[in-house]
């Protein structure tokens, strides 16, 4: 990690947690909210816990260090909020693309 900007490593592990939660939506894709009222509740959750990603990761780099808050706190995070995207995006078509004629 030696050279990268703080900048740069957080967007090397957004791109990290997109392809994860990209890969976890077509791996598994009957696991996940089918209605749209379910998929817009996980992604509020993803929301609220987003919120907790800048103190969750300084609390596990104070008790354990850096490469552990990144693995630990600030990637899992992430990957959910992707994933919880994509879920929405897939039960938002589904829903227009049944109530269109």
């Given at each position: 990690?030696?050279?990268?900007?703080?900048?740069a490593?957080?967007?090397?592990?957004?791109?990290?947690?997109a392809?994860?939660?990209?890969?976890?939506?077509?791996?598994?894709p009957?696991?996940?909210?089918?209605?749209?009222?379910?998929?817009?509740?996980?992604?509020?959750f993803?929301?609220?816990?987003?919120?907790?990603?800048?103190?969750?990761t300084?609390?596990i780099?104070?008790l354990?260090?850096?490469?552990?808050?990144?693995?630990?706190?600030?990637?899992p995070?992430?990957?959910?909020?992707?994933?919880?995207?994509?879920?929405l995006?897939?039960?938002?078509i589904?829903?227009?693309?049944?109530?269109?004629?």
């Open positions: 990690m030696v050279g990268l900007s703080p900048n490593l957080s967007l090397a592990y957004a791109l990290g947690a392809l994860l939660g990209l890969w976890l939506f077509v791996r598994y009957s696991f996940g909210p089918r209605t749209l009222k379910a998929a817009f509740l996980l992604v509020a993803a929301y609220c816990l987003l919120l907790t990603t800048e103190p969750a300084a609390a780099q104070a354990a260090g850096t490469t552990v808050a990144l693995l630990c706190a600030y990637l995070i992430l990957t959910l909020v992707f994933w919880a995207a994509l879920h995006l897939r039960t938002t589904a829903t227009v693309g049944r109530s269109s004629p």
